[in-house]
């Protein structure tokens, strides 16, 4: 496996509504900001482009073909789309990559969750004939396997607020966050439920926006002179889709991808990981093995924005970004997609 | 450098209207399954899965590939979903490639399906948008003033639509799996069918279809231990431009020809006429067939029409470059996976494994999808020969 270089990552402020911003809007100001990381003018200047997005969040057949507006395709450029987060984006490119078949590449993701009721309408990735006409939504699915690790004595609700409170004070530093403030666990444990046992702020909010990366090979990076971090490996898997043949309170995936990473062989300075529900945050901990030395959500994670589609990708990026600063020598992100973590995505990072 | 790929295996479903003896996982399921069998595979034999489809509102599914983790033996595996509009069947094939060519995997599952009978497809591609006039006009509308502009500058006699789309039929019927099955198709017969779009006729367009087709691709040292025989993938390539600009070449776009440029350049071929034995080429439209002749390098711009009038792309008049052998886009439709049943013929004609439309001893072939506002390319070349 060759090492890939992170040269620019760039994210939009986290909103709860980005009004009247169509795709193009969105990903402009995030593309304008990673060419210029690069010293790159467009898409142009890249082997390769591939971007993640989802039709139903803004309820549109092919949204992201208006996305292409937005990378100058002229002239026609080598370009891909997965219907995933951008973290799986990156996958493509960097298998590309490791083929030979491309030196640098540009990846992004976008997403405007406003038009909609997330939840609700995330209720129809479930199996369209038993489960999708339930409507069970995102949030109940995650209430019960709080409830389920809670019921087990594997996590107390104090546990589930100290991960918001440390978001939120983490989030105090990250000028792209959503929600952020100096709130003490005793604090969130007096608010009411939202939908037992979760209360409101145990839930990632709704955000609009994108992000974008720029990726090439470590020779390329050393040539246009730009700092970078390193990907030394990148593992995703997937697991069944039916909830009542998973142990809720363990992530079997993100366990294998650590494995297969050897994600235990060294120190990790600094995790990401997208955890939409705080107990989440605790399982994803558990699986990657993560103790006190590890610094988890240094920009306050999705909890403190979540923007659909970006946030696996925006994940890889403050982890690269944090470690081209001197924060840290080696990190982990995470990336999810589907009810109660079914598919997850590892990247092991390390400083140049 | 790439690791060589070979498809070693392929299965497909029937194509028919309405598959309502089967889930959207039975039917993936069943193609996926057919392939293995082809390979002489089991599911533990697999390391990825690569699933391809067209936009999600054409079931009403968001992001299929959770639910479809079961049925496709994924658990505990890396599953990967491409999306890149009508071309997404070919883009998914060259992903899962990539799989293999990196050196990440030795052999993997890539599955391609749609099952429009659950949804409408149409509703699905026309729904109003907020910052844009609301065209409700489908892809037959949409594509139907390029084509005059085609018919216009090309000069082309109005029947040649009409040939293409007895043509296709002719083949399809060859074809037991093809959706449509008009083995007594006339020329008098499209003419008299009702005009939807002018100049496209009723029989003129494709029909929309539920189906999936899957492949196993392999590296060179699997493939070689395959019990049947390996089409070798020598060539891939994609490219995309955008909908609208200034400029833009709409009857026979840039991104098509740059794309055909780059997979000929990997695959040595300089005459594609004389280079490929056969093609499998994305024609929902029936003009589209004289159209990407001249795109792909197959005719002379304006001559398109000419080989087809010829009888050179029809496998019943012995024509020496047969264009849609399996009936193409016009006789099955499973928007997501037409690209990839493409991409899955044109291996199964170097395989020698085609049947009844298999062409005589072919051994290279082309297989090309395109989608969006004929703005999306993707193409690839196999070989029985590795290099």
């Given at each position: 496996m060759r090492d890939i270089a992170i040269v620019a990552f760039a994210q939009s402020n986290c909103v709860r509504d980005a009004g009247a911003k169509n795709e193009v809007e969105l990903i402009m100001p995030v593309l304008t900001e990673v060419f210029a990381q690069a010293g790159i003018n467009s898409a142009?200047?890249?082997d390769f482009t591939c971007s993640g997005s989802c039709d139903?969040?803004?309820?549109?057949?092919?949204?992201?073909?208006?996305?292409?507006?937005?990378?100058?395709a002229v002239p026609p450029i080598k370009e891909s789309h997965v219907e995933m987060d951008a973290a799986w984006a990156l996958y493509e490119a960097w298998l590309k990559m490791q083929a030979g078949d491309a030196e640098s590449a540009l990846i992004y993701g976008f997403g405007k969750s406003s038009p909609g009721e997330l939840p609700i309408v995330l209720s129809q990735q479930l199996d369209p004939y038993y489960l999708a006409p339930l409507w069970v939504d995102t949030i109940a699915f995650a209430a019960m396997q709080a409830r389920y690790m809670l019921d087990q004595g594997l996590i107390t609700e104090r546990d589930m607020a100290e991960v918001v409170a440390r978001s939120r004070r983490n989030a105090m530093n990250n000028p792209h966050a959503q929600l952020k403030a100096e709130v003490s666990a005793d604090q969130l444990l007096t608010e009411a439920h939202y939908e037992a046992p979760l209360r409101r702020h145990d839930c990632c909010p709704v955000s609009d926006g994108a992000c974008a990366m720029i990726v090439c090979t470590v020779e390329k990076a050393r040539e246009w002179g730009k700092p970078y971090a390193v990907i030394k490996g990148i593992d995703h898997r997937i697991e069944t889709h039916h909830i009542g043949s998973r142990d809720l309170a363990r992530s079997v995936s993100v366990e294998q991808s650590a494995q297969a990473l050897g994600v235990s062989n060294g120190p990790v300075d600094i995790a990401e990981l997208y955890a939409p529900f705080s107990h989440q945050e605790i399982v994803l901990s558990r699986a990657l093995g993560l103790d006190e030395r590890t610094v988890v959500n240094?920009?306050?994670?999705?909890?403190?924005?979540n923007v659909m589609m970006a946030s696996g990708l925006s994940r890889i990026g403050e982890v690269a970004m944090r470690l081209i600063r001197k924060e840290g020598r080696r990190g982990v992100a995470h990336a999810t997609s589907g009810p109660c973590l079914q598919q997850n995505l590892l990247t092991v990072l390390e400083a140049e | 450098m790439a690791q060589l790929a070979a498809v070693v295996g392929v299965g497909q479903t029937k194509y028919?209207?309405?598959?309502?003896?089967?889930?959207i996982a039975g039917l993936v399921r069943e193609a996926a399954q057919n392939a293995l069998d082809d390979a002489g595979l089991c599911w533990n034999d697999i390391d990825a899965v690569i699933l391809g489809k067209a936009p999600d509102m054409f079931e009403g599914v968001i992001m299929p590939e959770l639910y479809l983790t079961d049925a496709l033996g994924c658990n505990g595996k890396p599953m990967l979903r491409v999306h890149t509009a009508g071309s997404v069947g070919g883009s998914t094939a060259i992903v899962a490639a990539s799989y293999v060519q990196s050196g990440v995997f030795k052999r993997i599952l890539t599955v391609s399906f749609e099952k429009q009978s659950e949804s409408n497809a149409m509703w699905a591609l026309s729904n109003p948008q907020p910052f844009s006039p609301h065209l409700n006009a489908g892809a037959g509308g949409y594509f139907a003033p390029i084509i005059r502009e085609y018919v216009r500058r090309a000069n082309a006699p109005t029947d040649a639509g009409i040939k293409v789309a007895v043509k296709d039929r002719l083949h399809g019927a060859r074809n037991p799996l093809a959706h449509l099955q008009l083995g007594e198709i006339t020329m008098q017969e499209v003419a008299d069918s009702p005009m939807l779009w002018e100049p496209l006729r009723f029989l003129e367009a494709c029909p929309s279809s539920d189906g999936a087709c899957a492949m196993v691709i392999a590296n060179e040292e699997l493939a070689g231990q395959s019990p049947g025989k390996p089409a070798w993938i020598r060539g891939c390539a994609m490219r995309s431009e955008p909908t609208m600009y200034a400029g833009r070449e709409q009857v026979s776009p840039q991104a098509g020809i740059d794309c055909a440029k780059d997979v000929y350049r990997q695959a040595g071929i300089h005459h594609p006429r004389k280079d490929f034995d056969c093609a499998e080429i994305y024609v929902p439209f029936s003009w589209y067939e004289p159209m990407w002749l001249e795109n792909l390098g197959f005719a002379d711009e304006g001559k398109g029409w000419e080989l087809t009038m010829s009888g050179a792309t029809s496998l019943d008049e012995g024509g020496d470059i047969p264009w849609n052998c399996s009936g193409g886009v016009l006789s099955s439709n499973p928007i997501g996976a037409s690209g990839m049943i493409r991409f899955a013929e044109a291996a199964q004609q170097v395989r020698g494994l085609a049947g009844g439309h298999q062409v005589d001893g072919a051994k290279t072939a082309l297989g090309h999808a395109y989608g969006g506002g004929a703005q999306f390319f993707s193409m690839w070349v196999v070989s029985a020969d590795k290099h």
């Open positions: 142009q200047d890249v139903y969040q803004q309820g549109a057949a092919f949204a992201f073909v208006a996305g292409v507006d937005a990378l100058g240094p920009s306050g994670g999705v909890l403190a924005g | 028919k209207t309405k598959r309502k003896d089967v889930s």
